[in-house]
């Protein structure tokens, strides 16, 4: 419910809204409950370049599998700001667009032991 709020408050605001979603959420469960809002046409935003929807994994991390074939999982620094310049660009090219909001659900970086990788991306933006 917090995201779809947030969502309205940037489509009135006529900003782009980027939703990271965790990967336990259901997208179409979410969708259908955008849905229910009369006010919010998910196709018509979506096309309009007012929503973006991707999963916090896959804007932040990097799966690197090694020689003993565990997995490890790090933020990929390079990846975060490829992708952030890369959706900020995007907006600035829109003059319609007022600006970006962001609203991102960070229970992967709990999930994976990278609390304190977060703390650092953050102090260093």
């Known amino acids: ?6 969502l309205k408050i940037g489509l ?13 959420v259901d997208l179409s469960n979410f969708k259908s ?8 046409d ?11 929807i991707a999963y916090t994994e896959e804007f932040y991390l990097s ?6 074939k565990i997995n490890t999982v790090t933020v990929d620094n390079d ?4 992708n952030f310049f890369n959706l900020a660009d995007q907006v600035r090219k829109k003059k319609e667009i007022k600006g970006l909001r962001i609203f ?7 999930e994976h032991g990278l609390v304190d990788k977060l703390v650092d991306y953050e102090c260093e933006t």
């Open 42 to 52: 998910i196709n018509k935003i979506q096309n309009n370049g007012l929503l973006k």
């Open 1 to 6: 419910k917090d995201a779809i709020k947030f």
């Open 12 to 24: 009135e605001n006529n900003e782009t809204t980027l939703l990271l979603l965790s990967r336990d």
């Open 79 to 82: 990846k975060v700001h490829k």
């Open 104 to 110: 991102a659900m960070l229970d992967c970086f709990f």
């Open 33 to 40: 409950q955008m849905a229910l809002d009369r006010y919010i």
């Open 63 to 68: 799966f690197n599998q090694k020689d003993n």
